[in-house]
């Protein structure tokens, strides 16, 4: 019998995803633009977020305000069946095979069952925080989707995100759903103070909204840039005097100066006798460090009997 646990946090070296990751998360970012242009807006960017469904990923309900189609849909990645899914309030069901195909192919037969359902959007057709990117109308370059190594990111994905869910449950204060962003490709869990941060010097109107208030994150990525490894990260922002100091929980996590955050590669969590409770170690630990170095009233903030331990 397979062992559970070694299910649910396989292997996932960069590497040997690299390519396909690159083209999903192309994907991604064009239906996440969709929920950008039509979803109702929320703070902090959440109405563009991806939700974690059983099977995937998926955007919340949103209405086309133009075109023949008034009722409400979603759009939803299924990694265990490798299917895009878009269904209506109609009752009516339309699906895209996740296979390989270029980025311009996927962009131009997404945007056609769109048409076809009667559901009018505009999009921004160039991905947003990839370094020189290509727009999506012409991007041949990225067609790769291996559905392995698919299964094997989703299925890291989804523990994480039942980790998160149970840390989330312990505060009371302002906190996001734990949930996906597509510019960045990463899962994502913030805990907030209530108090207003100061303003950034030369934000743009994304990151003013994204950090208008204090908060704390915690999440899961596949790696990029300075952190070329799958790793689970947490940040605070505005990051207080002595939080880079602060001990994160688990000895395989520490400070990475080059991207401001601490990091807990996913290989030490993967080969732990209990991963899942390593990543709520690491969790907790660096709400400790922010709470106790920015100053939080936790006393208000936290579920009695469920709080952070102390």
Known sequence: MQDPAADEWPALELASWAETYATLHRWTQIVGKTALALAPPLNHWWHTALQIGPCGLTTLPMRSGRGAFR???TVAFDFVTHQLVVRTSAGVERVLPLEPRSVAAFHAEYLAVLRALGIAVTITPRPCEIPD???FPEDTTHAAYDPAAIGRWWRVVA??????QEFRSGYVGKASPVH????????AESRFTGRAAPPRAGADRITREAYSHELMSVGFWPGSGAVAEPAFYAYASPEPA??????AGPASAGYNKAVGEFILPYAAVRTAPDPARLVREFAEATYLAAATCGGWDRAALER???ATSR
């Open 71 to 73: 009722g409400a849909f």
């Open 133 to 135: 990117a290509i727009p």
């Open 159 to 164: 523990g994480t995100a039942r980790v998160l």
């Open 180 to 187: 996906f962003f597509w510019g960045s490709f990463d899962l």
């Open 242 to 247: 002595g939080f880079a100091d602060a001990k």
């Open 304 to 306: 009695p009997g469920v």
